[in-house]
């Protein structure tokens, strides 16, 4: 059951009387092609139960085989983290029933973790840094996903039966888990955000994962308990699951703040407990009470080597861990001279690397943006897609770019050919070419619009006589009318211009 918001405490109160600390754990589902344990494909959206095998959904006999590829990616994960990788470690079953999960166990690691003692320093709002120190980076098997149909709210209460897919179970996934974070104080749902955030970011630049949190490919789970300001120690916890988004993490964590010291102000006791977050009106609502670690069981799993990554093989891997992107970015905006408020807009819009890609096939950072977070934002949002799901390449983007920037294409005819490139009518050459847009580029086909519009206007033609130059616009709009579009509108004025003299 969620609680009102009149039994929220004001966050001001709650920051006068307590201090937050904050657990995040983020479930990152590797991009390999094949699960973790078998060879079944990993692709999101198949038809339920069409990428499974007696492996992963947990036939007897059946033997797992751990996939290298996604060691690899979690070694990398654990050094971009600055985490110590294992030389030797077990995965271990953790043991429990679940529908969607058909061994009746997990395949997790638990003591012997592929990469320990790390952390990621995150950019906070106003461009200080906070480092949020890593525990662990674990390898595991993701669960399968269950359907619950005929309630209203797609839960298990209500529902009259429940389907199951289990395309999902065995998937890949690293659980990244941090230490407590302690201190941040008001800051503390920013601070979640700004980790989840630059997590993503640098998982997405390490090329392992799609990070879509909209697809589940990124999952957050926040743990948030309170102190009293003459605490010693921690309070206890409640752990908010599946919270989708990054403006999410953010919302949840400062609602179970000011839940939770509501609780604790009436004299009440915070119980240890998932709870799970309401997109819909930003609260949470109690789960299941929490298991401890005792209760599942753990035990190395027997038929399953260790993983064993050797030292040489690690510092190989560690050449190919790419700059964090918010250094990148800090030198990017240096170079392009772009301000603060421009960058955000930009990283907001999941913008950078498509621009960044954009400008090393030509185009200025100016151009580049002004494509995709204008015009191409908008086609995408219309569409219901990421920009990064627009059928146009950055390639495609510059080549339109070069086109304006010669005086081939006027501003609206770059439009069109951007929408003929989404519509799939081929290169932007091409729908250039098949759609007649090209600007007239010989005057002496202009000549003859312009000498018409001066005709028919002569008062105009009198103003810029008399050096009312502005007064030119208007016939440059009438040629261009004319021309349907396809004149070079600096070249009109400047034939207008001449004619005038
Ligand atoms: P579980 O198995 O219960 O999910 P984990 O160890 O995987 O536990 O994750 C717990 C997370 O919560 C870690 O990030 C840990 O640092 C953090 N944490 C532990 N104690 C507290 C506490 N009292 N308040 C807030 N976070 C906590
Ligand atoms: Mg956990
Ligand atoms: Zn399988």
Same mark, same amino acid.
């Given at each position: 059951?969620?609680?009102?918001?009149?039994?929220?405490?004001?966050?001001?109160?709650?920051?006068?009387?307590?201090?937050?600390?904050?657990?995040?754990?983020?479930?990152?589902?590797?991009?390999?092609?094949?699960?973790?344990?078998?060879?079944?494909?990993?692709?999101?959206?198949?038809?339920?139960?069409?990428?499974?095998?007696?492996?992963?959904?947990?036939?007897?006999?059946?033997?797992?085989?751990?996939?290298?590829?996604?060691?690899?990616?979690?070694?990398?994960?654990?050094?971009?983290?600055?985490?110590?990788?294992?030389?030797?470690?077990?995965?271990?079953?953790?043991?429990?029933?679940?529908?969607?999960?058909?061994?009746?166990?997990?395949?997790?690691?638990?003591? *012997?973790? =592929?990469?320990?003692? #790390?952390?990621? /320093? %995150?950019?906070? $709002?106003? @461009? +200080?840094?906070?480092?949020?120190?890593?525990?662990?980076?674990?390898?595991?098997?993701?669960?399968?996903?269950?359907?619950?149909?005929?309630?209203?709210?797609?839960?298990?209460?209500?529902?009259?039966?429940?389907?199951?897919?289990?395309?999902?179970?065995?998937?890949?996934?690293?659980?990244?888990?941090?230490?407590?974070?302690?201190?941040?104080?008001?800051?503390?749902?920013?601070?979640?955000?700004?980790?989840?955030?630059?997590?993503? *970011?640098? =998982?997405?630049?390490? #090329?392992?994962? /799609? %990070?879509?949190? $909209?697809? @589940? +490919?990124?999952?957050?789970?926040?743990?948030?308990?309170?102190?009293?300001?003459?605490?010693?120690?921690?309070?206890?916890?409640?752990?908010?699951?599946?919270?989708?988004?990054?403006?999410?993490?953010?919302?949840?964590?400062?609602?179970?703040?000011?839940?939770?010291?509501?609780?604790?102000?009436?004299?009440?006791?915070?119980?240890?407990?998932?709870?799970?977050?309401?997109?819909?009106?930003?609260?949470?609502?109690?789960?299941?009470?929490?298991?401890?670690?005792?209760?599942?069981?753990?035990?190395?799993?027997? $038929?399953?080597?260790?993983?064993?990554?050797?030292?040489?093989?690690?510092?190989?891997?560690?050449?190919?861990?790419?700059?964090?992107?918010?250094?990148?970015?800090?030198?990017?905006?240096?170079?392009?001279?772009?301000?603060?408020?421009?960058?955000?807009?930009?990283?907001?819009?999941?913008?950078?690397?498509?621009?960044?890609?954009?400008?090393?096939?030509?185009?200025?950072?100016?151009?580049?943006?002004?494509?995709?977070?204008?015009?191409?934002?908008?086609?995408?949002?219309?569409?219901?897609?990421?920009?990064?799901?627009?059928?146009?390449?950055?390639?495609?983007?510059?080549?339109?770019?070069?086109?304006?920037?010669?005086?081939?294409?006027?501003?609206?005819?770059?439009?069109?050919?951007?929408?003929?490139?989404?519509?799939?009518?081929?290169?932007?050459?091409?729908?250039?070419?098949?759609?007649?847009?090209?600007?007239?580029?010989?005057?002496?086909?202009?000549?003859?619009?312009?000498?018409?519009?001066?005709?028919?206007?002569?008062?105009?033609?009198?103003?810029?006589?008399?050096?009312?130059?502005?007064?030119?616009?208007?016939?440059?709009?009438?040629?261009?009318?004319?021309?349907?579009?396809?004149?070079?509108?600096?070249?009109?004025?400047?034939?207008?211009?001449?004619?005038?003299?």
């Amino acid at each position: 059951m969620s609680v009102s918001t009149a039994s929220l405490l004001d966050y001001d109160d709650v920051i006068a009387r307590f201090d937050p600390v904050l657990g995040m754990e983020v479930h990152v589902e590797l991009g390999t092609a094949t699960k973790m344990f078998c060879g079944c494909p990993t692709e999101f959206g198949a038809e339920p139960n069409t990428q499974v095998c007696p492996v992963c959904l947990g036939m007897p006999g059946a033997l797992p085989v751990v996939n290298a590829a996604a060691v690899e990616s979690a070694v990398r994960i654990g050094l971009a983290l600055h985490c110590a990788i294992t030389p030797w470690g077990r995965f271990a079953r953790k043991n429990y029933f679940y529908p969607d999960q058909p061994k009746n166990y997990q395949i997790s690691q638990y003591d *012997e973790p =592929i990469a320990t003692e #790390g952390y990621l /320093d %995150v950019v906070l $709002d106003d @461009g +200080s840094t906070w480092r949020v120190d890593i525990e662990r980076a674990h390898m595991e098997e993701d669960t399968g996903k269950s359907l619950h149909v005929g309630g209203a709210t797609g839960r298990i209460d209500g529902a009259s039966h429940s389907l199951l897919d289990y395309n999902r179970a065995g998937v890949p996934l690293v659980e990244i888990v941090t230490k407590p974070i302690v201190g941040a104080g008001e800051r503390a749902p920013e601070v979640a955000r700004a980790y989840v955030t630059a997590l993503r *970011e640098l =998982i997405r630049e390490l #090329g392992v994962s /799609d %990070v879509r949190m $909209d697809q @589940g +490919s990124l999952r957050c789970d926040a743990n948030v308990s309170l102190m009293a300001k003459d605490a010693t120690e921690f309070g206890t916890r409640t752990e908010t699951k599946n919270v989708n988004s990054l403006k999410s993490v953010e919302v949840a964590v400062r609602y179970e703040m000011r839940r939770q010291a509501a609780v604790l102000l009436d004299g009440g006791e915070i119980v240890q407990e998932t709870r799970h977050f309401q997109e819909a009106d930003g609260t949470t609502s109690a789960g299941r009470r929490k298991e401890t670690a005792e209760d599942y069981r753990y035990f190395p799993e027997p $038929d399953l080597e260790p993983v064993a990554p050797d030292a040489a093989w690690i510092e190989e891997l560690r050449a190919t861990i790419p700059e964090a992107p918010w250094i990148t970015r800090a030198r990017i905006q240096k170079e392009w001279g772009w301000s603060d408020a421009v960058m955000r807009d930009v990283v907001n819009a999941d913008a950078l690397p498509l621009i960044s890609a954009t400008v090393d096939a030509g185009a200025t950072p100016d151009a580049a943006r002004s494509w995709w977070v204008a015009y191409l934002a908008q086609q995408a949002n219309t569409l219901g897609v990421t920009l990064s799901d627009l059928s146009i390449t950055p390639a495609q983007v510059a080549r339109v770019a070069a086109l304006v920037a010669d005086r081939t294409l006027t501003n609206a005819n770059a439009r069109k050919v951007v929408d003929g490139v989404l519509a799939g009518e081929g290169d932007p050459d091409q729908v250039v070419e098949a759609r007649g847009l090209a600007v007239v580029q010989d005057d002496s086909a202009l000549e003859q619009a312009v000498a018409d519009a001066l005709a028919a206007n002569p008062a105009i033609v009198e103003k810029i006589k008399a050096g009312k130059v502005q007064a030119a616009g208007a016939l440059v709009g009438q040629v261009m009318k004319a021309t349907k579009g396809q004149a070079d509108p600096a070249r009109v004025k400047e034939l207008v211009l001449a004619a005038c003299e």
